[in-house]
C-alpha cells in the first residue's frame, strides 16, 4: 500500500484514540481497508479517487467523537450502494451493527417515483425513522452531506442548486436541531456561496477587511475583558468567534439594513469553569460597558431544544461599537460543538444516556406525530414546520415545559397536550389573563386551557394553528364530520327518492339491490354511496336508474344514462400557458394568492363554480383549503407557445437620486418589461421599490433578480407572491 495511504489511515487512528482509548482500532483498519478495495477504480467528478470521500466522512466523524461503530460504518456507508458489496458480506466482516448503520444512509434505488421531489422526501423520510432508531445514522448522513458540500463547484450549475436548496432547507436546520452548530454554520455559509455567489463573494471580501480593520479593536476589548477578571478573580478564556456569513446575509434581509448597519459584527466567546461563573462574568462584562436592551438570552436557565446553553448579551463597547458577547462553561462548550454526540454512550448501539433522554424527546415525537402521513408533500411541509422551526418554550399550570414552534397559538398548545383538550377548547388564559385562541405565545408562557364538552373544532383555527399535529387533528375531525353529515343528507335524499317511486325507504336501505348498486357505481357499502350522494358525487337519478330501469316506448331500448369514467386528454387554456391532464376546455385561471409563473411546481384545483384554479405547489392557502383530492388535478406547463407572465417584484434599497432609473436599466437589459412602477421612502430613508414585471419563466426571472442585486445600494430584492403583499 503507498506510504500516503498508510499515513492517513494512521491519522484517523490517532484522531480515534485521542478520545476513546478503548476503540476497536483493527476493526477500523479491516473497514478501511475494504472500502478502499470496494470503490477502488471509481472517481469523483473532481477527478480524485472516490475513496477520498468515505475517508473524508469518516474524519468528520471523529470531529463528532463518535464510537467505532459509526467511524466504520462512515468508511462504508456507500459500499452497498456504489459497490458489490452485500449487506450480508459486510455483516460477516464488520457485523449488525454496521450494516443497520450503512442501510440507514443508503438511498432507496430500487422504488421509480414520479419526481425527484418525492424521491428524496422517501430518502429522508427513511433516514428520520432510522435516526429515531439510532442517531448515529443521522450523525454519518450529516458528515457524507458536509464533505459534498464542500466539493460541489464539480456538479453542473442546475445540480449544485438543487443540493444547496435542500442542504439550506433539510440538513442544516437539522444539523441545528442536533445542536452540532460548527456543522450548522459551514453548511449555511456553502449553501449561499451556491445559491448566491455574488452576495456571498461581496460578504466574504466586506468580513475579512472589516476584520484587518477591527483587529486591533478587538484585541483591545480582550485586553479589558481580561484585565477587569483579574480583577475580579474570575477564571476564563477570551477569543474571538468565527464570522458567520450567511447568519449576517440574514440579519440583512429579516431587517432590512445593509452590511454597514451591521453593528454587532464584533463578536467575543468567554469560557470558564463553572456554571456561577458565567453569571459573574455576566456581571463583570455589564459593569464594564452598558447593555443593549433586548439583546440578553439566558440560554443556561432555559436551554434551546438541542442542549445548547450560553449566556447572550451585547453590549455598547469602546467608541460606541456593539460587542456581542457568548459567555459559556467548558462543558457547555463540548455540547454547542458535538451536540447531541456529546451525549454519547458507547457501549449502548447509539442509544442516548436516559438522563439526558429529553435531548431526544423531541424526535420520538416528531416520528409518532407523522408516521402515519401518506403524502410525502405533507411529510416534508411538516418536517419543516415541526422540526426545524424557531420554538417556544411555554408552561402547563403545572410547571411542566412545553416546546412548540414559534408562531404558536393556544390552540396548538392544547392538542399537544391531547386530542381531547384540542377538540373542545373554548379558550386559554396566559399568564392568568384571558386571550384569543389566536394569540401567538412567547417563551416563559404559562397556558392554561378553558374546555366545554359542546364545544367541537372550528374550520377557521386551520388560518392561525401553527404545528401539524393541530393542522391534522383538526382536519380529521372536520373531515369526519362532514362525512357524518352527508351520509345522513344521502340516506336523506335516497329515502325521499324510494318514496316517490313507492319503495319501503327502510327496506330499500339495508336491501341487496342497494348494496349492488353501491359496488356498480364504485363503492363497498350503502353508507359509502349515501356519503356520495350527500356530497353531490352521485345524483339520486343515477342510482334510481340502477333500481328500475327507464321505460321504453315500443320498438326502442332504453339503457339508463350513467355516465362513463372519463378519459384522460389533454387540454390547454390559452390565457394561462398550462396544460391539464384529465379534462378539455375547463375554465381555467392563476391563483392570484402565490401568482405561479412557468417554472414553478404546480397543481390544478377544482374551485365549485369557478372552474381550475392553478396553484404553486407550496401555495399556504391550498393548505389552508383543506382540500379535497379528488379534486386536485395534475396540471403541467405548456412550453411550445411561450408565452409572458406577471410577477411582482418587491426591492428595498438606500434612498438615493438614479436608483429607480439603474434598477429600471437593470431589468430591461434582461429583456424584461415593466408594467407597473411604485416607488415610497419609509422613515428609516429607505427607499422601497415595487415593480409589475414581464418574465418568460422561473429562469428569466432568476436573472432579473440577480441583475437588480447587483445595483449599487440594494440592500435586497425578491419575488412577492401576493399581489396584496408588500414588503
Not at 435516526?131 to 458536509?146: C, E, F, G, P, Y
Not at 373554548?426 to 416563559?444: C, T, W
Not at 388535478?633 to 409572458?644: C, F, L, M, N, Q
Request: proline residues 4%; aromatic residues 6%; glycine residues 6%.
Amino acid at each position: 500500500m503507498p506510504h500516503e495511504t498508510v499515513t492517513e489511515l494512521d491519522q484517523l487512528i490517532e484522531r480515534v484514540k485521542s478520545y476513546n482509548v478503548e476503540a476497536d482500532l483493527d476493526l477500523v483498519r479491516r473497514a478501511y481497508d475494504f472500502s478502499a478495495k470496494a470503490h477502488e477504480g471509481q472517481m469523483r467528478r473532481s477527478g480524485e479517487p472516490y475513496f477520498r470521500h468515505p475517508l473524508a466522512v469518516a474524519g468528520l466523524l471523529t470531529h463528532l467523537k463518535t464510537d467505532v461503530t459509526a467511524i466504520v460504518a462512515g468508511l462504508l456507508h456507500d459500499t452497498l450502494e456504489d459497490t458489490l458489496a452485500t449487506p450480508l458480506e459486510l455483516e460477516q466482516r464488520f457485523g449488525k451493527d454496521v450494516v443497520h448503520l450503512v442501510d440507514g444512509v443508503t438511498k432507496i434505488g430500487k422504488i421509480t417515483f414520479r419526481n425527484y421531489e418525492e424521491k428524496q422526501a422517501e430518502n429522508f423520510r427513511k433516514m428520520v425513522l432510522s435516526m429515531a432508531d439510532d442517531i448515529r445514522v443521522v450523525l454519518i448522513k450529516l458528515a457524507d452531506r458536509l464533505h459534498n458540500m464542500r466539493t460541489l463547484e464539480y456538479l453542473s450549475e442546475g445540480k449544485r442548486q438543487q443540493i444547496a436548496q435542500e442542504t439550506l432547507e433539510i440538513y442544516a436546520p437539522l444539523a441545528n436541531r442536533l445542536g452540532i452548530g460548527w456543522i450548522k454554520n459551514e453548511l449555511e455559509d456553502l449553501c449561499l456561496k451556491h445559491l448566491k455567489p455574488d452576495v456571498y463573494e461581496s460578504l466574504r471580501v466586506r468580513v475579512a477587511k472589516r476584520d484587518e480593520d477591527r483587529q486591533q479593536y478587538i484585541i483591545e476589548v480582550i485586553d479589558l475583558v481580561k484585565k477587569a477578571m483579574a480583577e475580579a478573580g474570575l477564571q476564563g478564556e477570551v477569543s474571538g468567534r468565527p464570522k458567520h456569513l450567511y447568519g449576517i446575509y440574514q440579519k440583512m434581509e429579516k431587517q432590512s439594513i445593509s452590511f454597514e448597519e451591521v453593528y454587532d459584527l464584533a463578536a467575543l466567546r468567554i469560557i470558564t469553569d463553572i456554571k456561577m461563573n458565567c453569571y459573574a462574568l455576566l456581571g463583570v462584562i455589564h459593569s464594564l460597558w452598558r447593555p443593549l436592551p433586548g439583546r440578553f438570552k439566558d440560554y443556561i436557565a432555559i436551554p434551546k431544544s438541542n442542549m445548547y446553553q450560553s449566556l447572550h448579551t451585547t453590549v455598547v463597547g469602546p467608541q460606541g461599537e456593539h460587542v456581542e458577547f457568548q459567555i459559556r462553561t467548558e462543558e457547555m462548550h463540548r455540547v454547542s460543538e458535538q451536540g447531541i454526540a456529546a451525549h454519547w454512550k458507547y457501549k449502548e448501539h447509539g442509544r442516548i444516556d436516559e438522563k439526558d433522554g429529553k435531548v431526544f424527546s423531541w424526535l420520538r415525537q416528531f416520528v409518532e406525530w407523522n408516521q402515519d402521513l401518506p403524502d410525502n408533500r405533507q411529510f416534508m411541509d411538516s418536517v419543516k414546520l415541526d422540526l426545524f422551526h424557531d420554538v417556544v418554550y411555554v408552561f402547563t399550570p403545572q410547571g411542566m415545559v412545553k416546546e412548540l414552534p414559534k408562531g404558536s397559538t393556544p390552540v396548538d398548545f392544547a392538542y399537544s397536550v391531547h386530542t381531547e383538550i384540542g377538540d373542545h377548547c373554548v379558550g386559554a388564559k396566559v399568564n392568568g389573563k384571558i386571550v384569543p385562541l389566536k394569540h401567538m405565545m412567547e417563551s416563559g408562557d404559562m397556558v392554561e386551557i378553558l374546555t366545554a364538552a359542546n364545544q367541537t373544532p372550528h374550520r377557521d383555527w386551520l388560518k392561525f394553528v401553527r404545528t401539524s399535529r393541530a393542522k391534522t387533528k383538526i382536519k380529521h375531525w372536520i373531515k369526519a364530520e362532514e362525512q357524518a353529515r352527508s351520509i345522513e343528507i344521502g340516506k336523506r335524499l335516497l329515502e325521499a327518492e324510494f318514496r316517490r317511486h313507492g319503495l319501503a325507504p327502510a327496506q330499500m336501505m339495508r336491501s341487496e339491490q342497494l348494496l349492488a348498486v353501491a359496488k356498480q357505481v364504485g363503492y363497498e357499502t350503502p353508507e359509502e354511496l349515501a356519503a356520495a350522494v350527500g356530497f353531490g358525487h352521485v345524483p339520486t337519478s343515477q342510482v334510481m336508474s340502477k333500481i328500475i330501469p327507464p321505460v321504453a316506448t315500443e320498438g326502442q331500448t332504453v339503457a339508463p344514462e350513467i355516465p362513463p369514467p372519463p378519459k384522460p386528454v389533454t387540454g390547454r387554456a390559452d390565457d394561462t400557458g398550462v396544460q391539464v391532464k384529465g379534462a378539455r376546455d375547463l375554465l381555467m385561471q392563476l391563483s392570484r394568492c402565490c401568482n405561479p409563473v412557468p417554472g414553478d411546481r404546480i397543481l390544478g384545483y377544482i374551485t365549485r363554480g369557478r372552474g381550475l384554479t392553478i396553484h404553486t405547489v407550496d401555495c399556504p392557502n391550498l393548505e389552508a383549503l383543506d382540500y379535497d383530492k379528488n379534486r386536485l388535478v395534475e396540471v403541467e406547463w405548456d412550453h411550445s407557445t411561450p408565452s409572458t407572465h406577471s410577477v411582482k417584484v418587491s426591492v428595498i434599497a438606500v434612498d438615493k437620486t438614479g436608483v429607480l432609473a439603474h434598477v429600471s436599466t437593470a431589468i430591461s437589459e434582461c429583456q424584461a418589461n415593466i408594467s407597473r412602477a411604485e416607488i415610497t421612502t419609509r422613515e428609516d430613508r429607505k427607499a422601497m421599490l415595487d415593480f409589475i414585471i414581464e418574465v418568460l419563466d422561473t429562469a428569466h426571472l432568476a436573472r432579473v433578480l440577480k441583475a437588480i442585486e447587483k445595483v449599487d445600494g440594494i440592500i435586497t430584492v425578491r419575488r412577492v407572491r401576493s399581489w396584496q403583499e408588500r414588503s
